[in-house]
């Protein structure tokens, strides 16, 4: 079903911590924002107060049962993610939703079978496909910049903080695991928009320095079936934030680091081979402005509905995201969430 709309969506956000706050700012100045939705009341209200004539509400199904509310953003804790999706999906909402979207690859399936029934667009919150050096590198990848792809590096992490393991993402119950499913999703999703699909996943999930039942380091090799490697590492010991993301073909090379903040100033560098070899032809771009990744997928967003189109990253790529995240979790032991949409 193609449900295309020529009208500016109407939102709702439910779930008003950091990540709400963030979603609310990414819709702009004058916010087209219904309702705000959060357990917590005065989380909802003090959201509220940033979009005139919002109302804010804990209780998700006066959201739902409202029909001017055109789309919904999910940004919840991961155990909330699907069962409130689905429910946005039944109810005819487009939904973007929070990565990793769910506990368990089963209940994307889950969502996915309703929203074929209904229309519905999902979208998946892997903000940083639209982080500038990110979309830079894509805009070079695309045009043939690096030649034939070989492989593909990449490593993401920072280092907790007094208590983190104490915290909901300790509690596989609330979140689902640990770091791979937290950090880790976002490095899977990166190296698939690249290089595809991964028939062949190999790698382990470990606990080795915080007191949780959840892994704070996983170790990927994820490989596809013309046999190009994504190499894959995420961590919360990493002590000082890290995130670099290489890409090698038989051209050239990009790498990228940095997000930003805390994980310093973000930089691509393309370094092209010469036919005499040695130290390549070397071109390196710096985006210090700040993060508008936010805005840009929430745009990103509102077209998927506007043009009826199938959102990429949709549900298509969380499945197959959280497919990666199972099979790592079975090969190290983890107790894989059971849980149902």
Same mark, same amino acid.
């Given at each position: 079903?193609?449900?295309?709309?020529?009208?500016?969506?109407?939102?709702?956000?439910?779930? $008003?911590?950091?990540?709400?706050?963030?979603?609310?700012?990414?819709?702009?100045?004058?916010?087209?924002?219904?309702?705000? $939705?959060?357990?917590?009341?005065?989380?909802?209200?003090?959201?509220?107060?940033?979009?005139?004539? $919002?109302?804010?509400?804990?209780?998700?199904?006066?959201?739902?049962?409202?029909?001017?509310?055109?789309?919904?953003?999910?940004?919840?804790? /991961?155990?909330?993610? !699907?069962?409130?999706?689905?429910?946005?999906?039944?109810?005819?909402?487009?939904?973007?939703?929070?990565?990793?979207?769910?506990?368990?690859?089963?209940?994307?399936?889950?969502?996915?079978?309703? !929203?074929?029934?209904?229309?519905?667009?999902?979208?998946?919150?892997?903000?940083?496909?639209?982080?500038?050096?990110?979309?830079?590198? %894509?805009?070079?990848?695309?045009?043939?910049?690096?030649?034939?792809?070989?492989?593909?590096? !990449?490593?993401?992490?920072?280092?907790?903080?007094?208590?983190?393991?104490?915290?909901?993402?300790? =509690?596989?119950?609330?979140?689902?695991?640990?770091?791979?499913?937290?950090?880790?999703?976002?490095?899977?999703?990166?190296?698939?928009?690249?290089?595809?699909?991964?028939?062949?996943?190999?790698?382990?999930?470990?606990?080795?320095?915080?007191?949780?039942?959840?892994? =704070? /380091?996983?170790?990927?090799?994820?490989?596809?079936?013309?046999?190009?490697?994504?190499?894959?590492? !995420?961590? $919360?010991?990493?002590?000082?934030?890290?995130?670099?993301?290489?890409?090698?073909?038989?051209?050239?090379?990009?790498?990228?680091?940095?997000?930003?903040?805390?994980?310093?100033?973000?930089?691509?560098?393309?370094?092209?081979?010469?036919?005499?070899?040695?130290?390549?032809?070397?071109?390196?771009?710096?985006?210090?402005?700040?993060?508008?990744?936010?805005?840009?997928?929430?745009?990103?967003?509102?077209? =998927?509905?506007?043009?009826?189109?199938?959102?990429?990253?949709?549900?298509?790529?969380?499945? %197959?995201?959280?497919?990666?995240?199972?099979?790592?979790?079975?090969?190290?032991?983890?107790?894989?969430?059971?849980?149902?949409?």
């Amino acid at each position: 079903m193609n449900r295309a709309s020529s009208e500016q969506p109407l939102f709702a956000v439910i779930g $008003c911590g950091l990540i709400g706050r963030k979603r609310i700012a990414a819709l702009g100045k004058s916010p087209r924002l219904l309702y705000t $939705c959060d357990l917590d009341p005065s989380r909802a209200a003090d959201l509220a107060k940033l979009a005139p004539g $919002c109302n804010a509400v804990t209780d998700q199904q006066v959201v739902l049962a409202d029909p001017r509310v055109t789309a919904v953003i999910v940004s919840t804790l /991961n155990a909330s993610l !699907a069962p409130i999706t689905l429910a946005a999906v039944r109810a005819g909402k487009h939904v973007l939703v929070e990565k990793p979207g769910a506990l368990n690859s089963a209940q994307l399936r889950a969502v996915r079978d309703a !929203a074929q029934k209904t229309g519905a667009r999902v979208r998946l919150g892997y903000n940083h496909r639209f982080h500038p050096a990110l979309q830079k590198a %894509r805009e070079l990848f695309d045009s043939g910049a690096l030649g034939p792809l070989m492989f593909l590096r !990449a490593r993401y992490g920072h280092g907790g903080r007094k208590g983190y393991d104490r915290e909901w993402r300790s =509690d596989v119950a609330l979140s689902g695991g640990g770091e791979l499913i937290d950090q880790g999703v976002h490095l899977i999703d990166l190296a698939g928009w690249f290089l595809g699909d991964f028939p062949v996943v190999e790698g382990h999930a470990s606990t080795l320095y915080w007191d949780m039942k959840v892994d =704070d /380091n996983a170790f990927l090799s994820l490989r596809t079936a013309a046999g190009q490697t994504a190499w894959l590492h !995420a961590s $919360c010991t990493e002590w000082k934030n890290l995130f670099s993301f290489e890409i090698y073909g038989r051209d050239a090379k990009l790498a990228i680091d940095g997000l930003g903040g805390s994980y310093g100033v973000e930089r691509l560098t393309y370094y092209k081979m010469l036919p005499e070899m040695g130290p390549p032809e070397t071109t390196a771009w710096e985006f210090p402005r700040g993060d508008e990744s936010w805005a840009i997928e929430t745009r990103e967003f509102t077209e =998927d509905i506007r043009l009826g189109r199938e959102p990429k990253p949709g549900l298509t790529e969380g499945i %197959r995201t959280l497919e990666i995240v199972e099979k790592i979790y079975r090969q190290s032991g983890y107790p894989a969430s059971t849980a149902s949409a």
